[in-house]
């Protein structure tokens, strides 16, 4: 059985844009990453996460493979929340090991991409003939607000694939408290983070030789474009990404390659580009085990288990709220 309904915002939910208008008019420019996910930046995603520069994705699945079972008759029966769902691709491991052991399970994806989401809901209701899935079209602020009732005792609310470091610190902090406040006490919190590593192997996962990693930088235009009826001219932008070293985390530019000036009417926004300016897209920042530890647990999510690789590129968390 699969269900849909559309996460409602907050009261405190901005007017749809006015992040757009914020940030393209402050200096130096940024955008929020939630731009980059119309359906075809979401392929695009799913195309990234099988390049072979592009360590982080199969580095997770395979601590997946190995502790999936762990994971499972740790948390036993309950409701997955997965926040930013995609193809659920990794996801299916855990579906595999709750499979295996017979144990129920209520999955629960949570994307800003509804044709994603349906797609890759449909999917696994041909695999999985005992699952029930609630599908919640939203961003993560305003589904952790709004989750659907529990059909279990236990959540257990994942939140893999690395997107953890696309938060600068203070938001990070934010989201850490909306997690500890959407959890009941004995619920649990699934974390995936990438960990410091050197510049060269960072650098060459967001700059792939095919040129995807590109594509999906600036189809946040694209995006752009169609959502607000903007005229971004792709051709005139170019994709930069770099590893800052001082505060660990790779960023993501779109470099404007002339002067120029764009609208989106919609918002009726105008916006100045100069030669060489740059408008930053994402940050990806790469974490430390024992700090990571210690600010999950100011608010309230105690760390029960660690799962790394034999590289010590990537972590997941298991986590509580006691």
């Not at 855990?94 to 129920?104: C, I, M, N, R, S």
């Not at 989201?175 to 006490?185: G, I, K, R, T, Y």
């Not at 700090?291 to 760390?303: I, K």
């Amino acid at each position: 059985m699969v269900e849909y309904r559309l996460a409602l915002p907050g009261a405190d939910a901005e007017v749809e844009g006015q992040d757009v208008i914020t940030g393209l008019r402050q200096t130096p420019k940024a955008l929020p990453p939630k731009y980059f996910y119309d359906d075809q930046g979401s392929r695009l995603f799913e195309h990234i996460t099988a390049l072979p520069e592009y360590y982080p994705t199969r580095t997770e699945r395979g601590i997946l493979l190995a502790q999936g079972s762990a994971i499972s008759q740790r948390v036993g029966a309950c409701d997955l929340v997965e926040l930013g769902s995609g193809s659920a691709s990794k996801t299916r491991i855990l579906l595999d090991a709750y499979q295996q052991q017979g144990t129920p399970l209520h999955y629960v994806p949570v994307d800003v991409s509804g044709g994603m989401l349906e797609d890759t809901a449909h999917q696994l209701l041909r695999d999985y003939p005992a699952l029930t899935v609630h599908g919640v079209v939203g961003t993560y602020d305003a589904a952790l607000a709004h989750l659907p009732a529990a059909k279990f005792p236990r959540r257990m609310v994942a939140f893999i694939g690395s997107t953890l470091g696309n938060l600068p610190p203070q938001r990070c902090t934010a989201f850490m408290q909306q997690v500890a406040q959407a959890l009941e006490p004995g619920d649990y919190f699934l974390l995936g983070v990438d960990l410091h590593k050197d510049r060269a192997l960072l650098e060459a996962a967001y700059n792939d030789a095919q040129g995807v990693t590109a594509a999906f930088n600036l189809n946040m235009l694209a995006h752009l474009n169609w959502r607000f009826q903007g005229n971004f001219d792709l051709s005139q932008f170019r994709h930069v990404a770099f590893y800052n070293e001082g505060d660990r985390q790779i960023e993501m530019h779109i470099e404007s390659l002339r002067d120029q000036t764009v609208t989106l009417k919609d918002l009726d926004l105008t916006v100045p580009f100069g030669a060489g300016e740059r408008l930053l897209s994402e940050i990806s920042r790469k974490f430390d085990l024992d700090q990571l530890g210690q600010d999950l647990q100011r608010h309230g999510l105690q760390v029960l288990h660690t799962f790394s690789d034999p590289q010590g590129w990537f972590a997941l968390l298991l986590c509580q709220r006691p």
